[in-house]
T-cell receptor, first 110, second 115 residues
């Protein structure tokens, strides 16, 4: 069945540093979405990628969709304490159900 | 506030009792998902609706779980004969998309504790 895997599971980052989290699917996706969940909160939508090789930026966040539409990445530059939380990717096959990865929990040390 | 409301926010129940959760989505948002989330894990897909039609139900879901979305509006998720392993946060999410995925708006969730 459809599986979405994320690495790393945990990411400890010094404030000001950059990091990248990766998402891999066992099958080709029609689209991929990224969400952020703060501790005690619910997932909040960040971005959706649809096209092969697509790159989108939101301020310090850069999202990429692989050419084969089976992987994606989120790169954060100059990490801030407000970036703390868990980042999930969620992929869909043929515009069906959204399948979430296990997430990357980000901890930022000042 | 995403506009998706879930009730109750917390539920404590004894083993083997039945529980029902409700989700009130954003009006005219066609897709409605139910997910389950445990600590340190991502949302686990349970089922989803396109309007009133239940399109898919997780194969991992036992027959004790059932969901409905009458008239394509609010939805309910019922768990019969609850077990301790059912303890989790149950999340409802809503999106506008019909033939494609769009941004999913999550409710605050219902935290279930089975004792």
């Amino acid at each position: 069945g459809q599986q979405v895997m994320q690495i790393p599971q945990y990411q400890h980052v010094q404030e000001g540093e950059d990091f990248t989290t990766y998402c891999n699917s066992s099958t080709t996706l029609s689209n991929i979405q990224w969400y952020k969940q703060r501790p005690g909160g619910h997932p909040v939508f960040l971005i959706q990628l649809v096209k092969s090789g697509e790159v989108k930026k939101q301020k310090r966040l850069t999202f990429q969709f692989g050419e084969a539409k089976k992987n994606s990445s989120l790169h954060i530059t100059a990490t801030q304490t407000t970036d703390v939380g868990t980042y999930f990717c969620a992929g869909a096959i043929l515009w069906g159900k959204l399948q979430f990865g296990a997430g990357t929990q980000v901890v930022v040390t000042p | 506030d995403t506009g998706v409301s879930q009730d109750p926010r917390h539920k404590i129940t004894k083993r083997r009792q039945n529980v029902t959760f409700r989700c009130d989505p954003i009006s005219e948002h066609n897709r409605l998902y139910w997910y389950r989330q445990t600590l340190g894990q991502g949302p686990e897909f349970l089922t989803y609706f396109q309007n009133e039609a239940q399109l898919e139900k997780s194969r991992l879901l036992s027959d004790r779980f059932s969901a409905e979305r009458p008239k394509g509006s609010f939805s309910t998720l019922e768990i019969q004969r609850t077990e301790q392993g059912d303890s989790a946060m149950y999340l409802c999410a809503n999106s506008l998309g019909t033939y494609m995925n769009t941004e999913a708006f999550f409710g605050q969730g219902t935290r279930l504790t089975v004792v």
